[in-house]
């Protein structure tokens, strides 16, 4: 049988096929994902649901002319194999390689770069806009958009907006397939699941959208009817598409739990890892939360729909009841956090430290105005690797910083996580973890402690570093070689590094020279909080991130790069003291 994938580079070579040899591209393009996701990691089940549908989407419409705008971004594989990029998922998701996102940089059929769910529909709302003002109405403007993120709260605002203009119409492609990671909770799964069965009214039909559906999601000349009868309406329209996540490939429809949402390095023949994942921070989280909620009936946790990911999907099978799942809605995961901490109970949020960006509102006024006992549990805090700039979870501790009376703990290892976990949710007030995507690590027992401050090593006072969390490990060895080459260095872990605690100040009270290294941004994260703390007649070195969007790679990578690994943090310190001797 010839093959077509490799004479279909671009969606003109695309629209030039006979429709009956569609079934056999879409065949190839799932044993294309399927070996190539599996060599590298990335999004396999989103992918594999969304392959019919994004053939329809470039036939129908002309891009890059025509918008066609992704939300996530986690679903474009298929997306870019379509626009000239099949050779490159090669190095899908390395260092100067292929992005895992739609990437504006590497096509001009990529329109957003962001991963952070529940905004395409407001791009697509904003470049509607634009081209009516720009007279340029021709031209259709197309948002796809999973079941999940249409769970988020911005998406419902673009939806109040698009359906009050009907002289811009904008296409809402809708890829149902019922779930996020775990199956979509709330009304409006429930609706679409109505819809599914028995269409009737659809809600976007009460805000003004038109709606056409349900359709098939994998029938591609079902799809190109519906969406070529969207564009004829010139209307905001939403097209119901029903697709299945995993489909064709058996192991993905096999995996109940995510379909295999985001697989490590694979084999494809059983979809299984290749190298059985290791214990992580977040096993050891969720854990110990399990424990914690025989202890305390008060604790409940929320996720915003990433139950397996966070690690609170054993919570959830433990205390079914008090474990809530609120969709890809950060904002309303504290905000509600906040009204049951006003009730008598002791929520534990835990998401991707990136994702609180997102809710940073709810952090400063809803949760810390009235110091309420909440504690954020931030996974994938620092640099993450290959999902990019826009998962990097580098921003968290100078945004809380800013937050009065917030209390931010940074685990050294995953003993100090339990421990630390054990006083936050004893806090009469806010509180937040944050730990890396990282296997966890070995455990640091502290040689010594003042106060609330472990003392991890010391050969002499001549320079204090400080260690922010993950960054014990690095600083330890940078230590060592320092004091082998006659520095005299004492290395802290101050546990609790926001706000600079009394016994803090008073460890650095005694440095000459005061050194933080910090998984986070160097001008602004705990190290800066340091900083003040500090006197005059002190000098003060901030070791960290750059206040910039960092690109994919592997997280050790992007730490050497920042200069974040024993030799990188000795270097610093050996280049400070050759500028200005002791
Ligand atoms: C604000 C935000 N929160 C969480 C995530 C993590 N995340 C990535 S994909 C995904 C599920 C998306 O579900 P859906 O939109 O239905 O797409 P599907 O994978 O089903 O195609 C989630 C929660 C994110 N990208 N952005
Ligand atoms: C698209 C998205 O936001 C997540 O699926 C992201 O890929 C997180 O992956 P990890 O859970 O592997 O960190
Ligand atoms: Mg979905």
């Given at each position: 049988m010839?093959?077509?994938?490799?004479?279909?580079?671009?969606?003109?070579?695309?629209?030039?096929?006979?429709?009956?040899?569609?079934?056999?591209?879409?065949?190839?393009?799932?044993?294309?994902?399927?070996d190539k996701?599996?060599?590298?990691?990335?999004?396999?089940?989103?992918?594999?649901?969304?392959?019919?549908?994004?053939?329809?989407?470039?036939?129908?419409?002309?891009?890059?002319?025509?918008?066609?705008?992704?939300d996530t971004g986690h679903q474009a594989y298929v997306h870019k194999i379509l626009t000239g990029r099949r050779d490159a998922f090669d190095a899908l998701r390395c260092r100067g390689g292929l992005s895992g996102y739609p990437s504006r940089q590497e096509s001009a059929h990529d329109h957003m770069d962001s991963s952070h769910a529940s905004t395409a529909l407001?791009?697509?709302?904003?470049?509607?806009?634009?081209?009516?003002?720009?007279?340029?109405?021709?031209?259709?403007?197309?948002a796809v958009v999973g079941d999940g993120a249409l769970t988020g709260g911005v998406a419902w605002e673009a939806l109040n907006n698009?359906?009050?203009?009907?002289?811009?119409?904008?296409i809402v492609v809708l890829n149902d397939n019922g779930r996020s990671y775990a199956p979509t909770h709330g009304g409006c799964a429930d609706h679409l699941g109505r819809m599914r069965a028995s269409p009737g009214v659809a809600?976007?039909?009460?805000?003004?959208?038109?709606?056409?559906?349900?359709?098939?999601?994998?029938?591609?000349?079902?799809?190109?009817?519906?969406?070529?009868?969207?564009?004829?309406?010139?209307?905001?329209?939403?097209?119901?598409?029903?697709?299945?996540?995993?489909?064709?490939?058996?192991?993905?429809?096999?995996?109940?739990?995510?379909?295999?949402?985001?697989?490590?390095?694979?084999?494809?023949?059983?979809?299984?890892?290749?190298?059985?994942?290791?214990?992580?921070?977040?096993?050891?989280f969720a854990e110990h939360l399990c424990a914690l909620g025989e202890r305390r009936p008060d604790l409940v946790a929320i996720t915003a729909a990433m139950p397996g990911p966070t690690g609170l999907a054993a919570f959830g099978r433990?205390?079914?009841?008090?474990?809530?799942?609120?969709?890809?809605?950060?904002?309303?995961?504290?905000?509600?956090?906040?009204?049951?901490?006003?009730?008598?109970?002791?929520?534990v949020v835990a998401i991707y430290a990136t994702f609180l960006n997102r809710a940073f509102d709810q952090v400063l006024m809803d949760i810390a105005l009235h110091r309420l006992p909440v504690t954020l549990v931030l996974d994938r805090a620092g640099i993450t690797g290959p999902d990019g700039p826009s998962h990097h979870g580098m921003w968290d501790l100078a945004a809380l910083a800013l937050v009065p009376g917030m209390r931010v703990a940074a685990p050294r290892d995953v003993v100090r996580l339990c421990e630390l976990l054990e006083e936050a949710v004893e806090h009469d007030g806010p509180t937040a973890l944050r730990f890396p995507k990282s296997p966890a690590s070995v455990e640091i027992p502290p040689a010594g402690?003042?106060?609330d401050v472990d003392v991890?090593?010391?050969?002499?006072?001549?320079?204090?570093?400080?260690?922010?969390?993950?960054?014990?490990?690095?600083c330890l060895s940078a230590g060592a070689m320092l004091s082998a080459a006659g520095v005299g260095l004492t290395v802290v872990d101050p546990r609790w590094v926001i706000p600079v605690s009394r016994d803090l100040r008073r460890v650095v009270a005694g440095g000459r020279l005061v050194v933080t290294v910090e998984d986070g941004l160097a001008a602004s994260g705990a190290g800066a909080l340091v900083r003040q703390a500090c006197g005059p007649g002190q000098r003060v070195v901030n070791l960290g991130l750059p206040c910039e969007f960092i690109g994919q790679g592997s997280r050790s990578e992007l730490l050497a790069e920042a200069g974040l690994t024993g030799q990188g943090i000795a270097y610093a310190i050996r280049k400070e003291l050759d500028r200005w001797p002791l």
């Open positions: 010839k093959t077509l994938l490799p004479y279909v580079s671009t969606p003109e070579d695309l629209r030039a096929l006979p429709a009956e040899l569609l079934p056999g591209l879409a065949g190839e393009i799932r044993a294309f994902l399927i996701v599996s060599a590298r990691g990335g999004h396999l089940g989103s992918n594999l649901g969304i392959v019919e549908l994004t053939i329809a989407l470039h036939r129908v419409f002309d891009s890059p002319a025509d918008v066609i705008v992704f407001s791009y697509a709302d904003g470049m509607a806009k634009a081209r009516h003002l720009a007279g340029d109405g021709a031209r259709a403007v197309v698009l359906g009050a203009a009907g002289h811009r119409p904008v809600v976007f039909e009460n805000l003004g959208l038109r709606y056409l559906g349900p359709v098939d999601g994998h029938d591609i000349p079902a799809l190109e009817r519906a969406m070529r009868a969207a564009r004829e309406l010139r209307a905001p329209v939403v097209i119901h598409c029903v697709t299945r996540k995993g489909r064709g490939y058996e192991p993905a429809e096999r995996d109940l739990d995510e379909h295999l949402h985001a697989i490590p390095v694979t084999d494809p023949a059983t979809g299984r890892p290749l190298t059985p994942s290791p214990k992580t921070w977040t096993h050891a433990r205390f079914p009841e008090r474990m809530f799942d609120v969709g890809i809605a950060e904002q309303q995961a504290l905000a509600s956090a906040a009204g049951m901490a006003m009730s008598g109970l002791h929520p402690s003042v106060g991890l090593s010391s050969s002499g006072q001549d320079v204090l570093l400080v260690a922010i969390g993950p960054m014990a490990e690095p």
